[in-house]
């Protein structure tokens, strides 16, 4: 399957919407980051991944924050946390645990990141800035990369 490995800070929840939200202990992701995930998902058939460190709070939490913010479907799991490992490593790990279930193998991949503490995997980063996440430019990115248009 297409996956993108999702931070959430810096992508969904930007530094222009900081608005709280009701259903959980954190901020609303900006309206435009969703709209522009949902539209690479729609046009890619890509799933998600967490890799942000909202995953500790478990899957559980993640559904909702994510339900919550209008995103129904797409989101299949979350990285391993491995101590004093880059984010890179963990997705890494996440990719190489995935080839032994043909229901999660990972194909074809980016990362929507604002960081880029991504090693050997930082061909595959689409990165944001904090102040506006997700925004048009890293949609187009993103769907060109997960499309093969563009590596
Ligand atoms: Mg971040």
Redesign the pocket.
């Known amino acids: 399957m297409k996956v993108i490995f999702l931070?959430?800070?810096?992508?969904m929840i930007t530094g222009t919407h900081l608005k709280p939200s009701h259903a959980y202990n954190g901020y609303e992701f900006a309206p435009v980051a969703v709209e522009n995930l949902k539209e690479i998902i729609e046009q890619t058939g890509a799933a998600i991944v967490v890799s942000?460190?909202w995953r500790t709070g478990g899957f559980a939490f993640l559904q909702n924050m994510f339900h919550s913010n209008g995103i129904a479907k797409g989101l299949v799991g979350q990285t391993p946390v491995i101590h004093y490992a880059s984010r890179g490593q963990e997705i890494q790990q996440y990719i190489e645990e995935s080839k032994w279930d043909p229901t999660l193998k990972v194909d074809r991949f980016i990362i929507l990141?604002?960081?880029d503490d991504m090693g050997h995997l930082r061909s595959y980063l689409v990165r944001?800035h904090?102040r506006t996440g997700l925004d048009e430019e890293a949609k187009e990115q993103a769907i060109q990369m997960l499309l093969g248009k563009k590596e």
């Open positions: 931070d959430i800070d810096g992508v942000s460190t990141d604002d960081n944001t904090w």
